[in-house]
């Protein structure tokens, strides 16, 4: 079966040194009919976990979606889908059609602090407030945790989750020192000034390794987002 080796945004610089990760790195397998029918299972869909249960099925070696951070899963995700249909992905924006070449796809650039960093957590100081936090990137194992959560609020609170809050709960690891998880959630949920929580998530956003799915319209200065829809795995949905 033939592979491929994919590079990663974050260059396995925050994976612990005994992982497989921390060589930047990964080997994945190209995609077969055994894939295809992942991609097609209507209870995987159903739960929002086919992507997750794909990509687990490609990564070769003892490697899984969950330990990936965020942005390194999206690289994997965009390798898997060019070996697997082809490197020109075609979709709507503007009423027109674009077709991109995904092997062309870059690593975005990020915050020079994060090489400065030798593990997955970050010092910031709030601007406004001018409490020092530490911070993570998130995995996949995260995210999951995260979605869990929601789905318990969503049946308490019916006007709403408060996503963005629960995400930075998840996010930050101490405040002041104190490392506590209560007391980084009553932080959150009483103390976090909007104008420092839109600090926060700049800064994370800035250190967060990613694969750029950033494109430029004809007659626009300003990249948008390549849009990821069902097209982007079911060419053939269109």
Do not use: C
């Not at 960093?117 to 996949?140: A, Q």
């Not at 969503?154 to 490392?179: A, F, H």
């Not at 700049?202 to 250190?207: A, N, V």
């Amino acid at each position: 079966m033939p592979t491929e080796e994919v590079s990663l945004p974050s260059g396995g610089k925050l994976y612990p040194k005994d992982s497989p990760l921390s060589s930047g790195k990964v080997e994945i397998k190209y995609m077969t009919a055994k894939e295809e029918d992942i991609l097609s299972n209507q209870n995987y869909i159903e739960k929002g976990n086919v992507l997750d249960k794909l990509l687990d099925s490609v990564l070769i070696g003892d490697v899984k979606v969950d330990d990936l951070l965020i942005g390194d899963k999206n690289a994997v995700m965009v390798a898997v889908r060019a070996l697997g249909y082809g490197k020109d992905y075609t979709f709507k924006y503007g009423g027109e059609e674009h077709t991109i070449d995904l092997t062309a796809l870059q690593p975005k650039k990020i915050d020079s602090d994060f090489e400065k960093s030798t593990e997955n957590e970050f010092s910031f100081i709030l601007p406004k407030s001018e409490n020092e936090v530490t911070f993570k990137l998130l995995t996949g194992k995260d995210e999951k945790k995260i979605d869990a959560e929601l789905k318990g609020l969503k049946k308490i609170i019916k006007e709403g989750t408060p996503s963005l809050t629960t995400r930075l709960k998840y996010q930050i690891t101490s405040v002041n020192g104190d490392r506590d998880t209560k007391s980084i959630r009553e932080f959150v949920d009483k103390f976090l000034l909007a104008q420092d929580s839109r600090a926060l998530r700049e800064k994370i956003r800035s250190l967060s390794p990613d694969i750029d799915l950033t494109f430029y319209p004809e007659g626009r200065e300003e990249g948008v987002d390549i849009p990821i829809g069902i097209s982007f795995f079911w060419p053939d949905l269109g």
